[in-house]
């Protein structure tokens, strides 16, 4: 097979494209925040055009950036990282391919949970690395155990936590558990902590509370309010940032100047912690809505996705979702975009719109269904 009809599609950019054909959806398939960047953001990205920034940064990023992230650490997490181990990338999807490149080689295999993130298994498949999928579901709240790796061979773990599509995070004796099993077995561990600061009830952990060999990767699009800033970062052992800085340099020269400029102003906490306010309000309106209509097996203790088992009323999650798109005019993502394990009895819905958006959606669903 050529390698790229190894890759799938991203269903819910299809659903997107389809959910546009119709006037009046309420859009619940999105996964990106529509609230605007922290004021900072745009004060840093407006003085930098002033201030003509529009040259190529070093590979790495701009230091001062680099020296913010290293900051943010230490006061989230109370974790020492320096900056120089921080590299600034194209989003989180540029961190995964400079994190697949420089610890895999063709042929090597890559463990990722089923169901996840439908892009990480595409990355592999772009670098011939062959994704070997664990299948979890409720009894583990869709996670990775330690005993889970007994038996495995694969040159990287790679998890997400809170995790899309389910909005489960691991817990603190979880999360160090698995990376010291990952390890301890020669593995990498690779940390997707995107959703990080959207965390609802409970605590989150970065795995560089566990280890400083964890791979961890976050951005600005989810918390930050920034998607189409396309940026994000990695930490890397020292040892591996020569190597990360050498892809940087020839796939993407530098990540975008603008949108590191207007990094520098987004760390602003008390606008961050407003931002964690207002998805855990929707967060309440739509899975206190969507438990009425659907099983839910967990209530998401982060990110802003509610994950449905739409069972009782379809067994193939694609053909429902496009149902609910043309007959109900909501948008929702089928399971099947995230794995195979299970995934047509369920579909993801998001909370990334506006109380009232939710509620019209939760009123349509509720006429359409019941
Ligand atoms: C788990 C997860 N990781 C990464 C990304 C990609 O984000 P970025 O905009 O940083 O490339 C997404 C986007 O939906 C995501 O859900």
């Not at 309440?284 to 982060?302: C, H, R, S, W």
């Amino acid at each position: 097979m050529d390698r790229i009809d190894r890759l799938s599609p991203f269903i819910v950019m299809d659903i997107l494209r389809e959910s546009q054909k119709f006037e009046d959806v309420i859009h619940m398939e999105i996964g990106e925040p529509d609230l605007d960047p922290p004021p900072g953001a745009l004060e840093e990205l407006n003085r930098a055009i002033r201030d003509r920034r529009y040259f190529y940064t070093p590979a790495l990023g701009l230091m001062e950036l680099r020296e913010k992230v290293a900051e943010f650490y230490h006061l989230k997490y109370g974790v020492d990282v320096s900056p120089e181990r921080v590299v600034i990338t194209t989003g989180t999807s540029g961190a995964f391919l400079i994190a697949y490149s420089i610890l895999m080689n063709a042929g090597d295999r890559v463990i990722l949970p089923d169901p996840s993130y439908p892009c990480y298994k595409n990355f592999a498949h772009l670098l011939d690395i062959s994704p070997e999928f664990i299948p979890v579901g409720k009894d583990t709240n869709y996670q990775i155990t330690p005993e889970m790796l007994e038996e495995k061979e694969a040159k990287a773990v790679h998890v997400s936590s809170p995790a899309n599509p389910t909005g489960s995070l691991y817990d603190r004796e979880t999360l160090s558990s698995l990376v010291e099993k990952a390890e301890g077995m020669g593995m990498h561990f690779i940390s997707d902590e995107i959703y990080h600061g959207l965390v609802y009830e409970v605590r989150e952990h970065t795995a560089l509370e566990f280890s400083d060999n964890a791979i961890v990767i976050n951005g600005f699009s989810k918390y930050f309010c920034m998607p189409g800033f396309r940026l994000g970062w990695l930490i890397l052992p020292q040892e591996l940032v020569r190597k990360a800085e050498v892809v940087m340099q020839n796939v993407f020269i530098s990540a975008p100047t603008l949108s590191q400029y207007a990094a520098l102003g987004a760390f602003d906490y008390e606008f961050l912690q407003n931002v964690k306010k207002i998805f855990s309000e929707r967060r309440e309106v739509l899975y206190t809505g969507l438990k009425e209509l659907f099983e839910i097996d967990a209530k998401p203790q982060g990110a802003f996705y509610v994950w449905a088992n739409v069972e009782r009323y379809s067994e193939n999650s694609y053909e429902f979702c496009i149902k609910l798109l043309k007959e109900a005019k909501v948008a929702a993502t089928p399971g099947i975009d995230f794995g195979r394990n299970n995934t047509d009895r369920y579909i993801r819905f998001s909370y990334t719109k506006e109380v009232p958006h939710l509620e019209e959606g939760l009123r349509r669903l509720k006429e359409y269904l019941l």
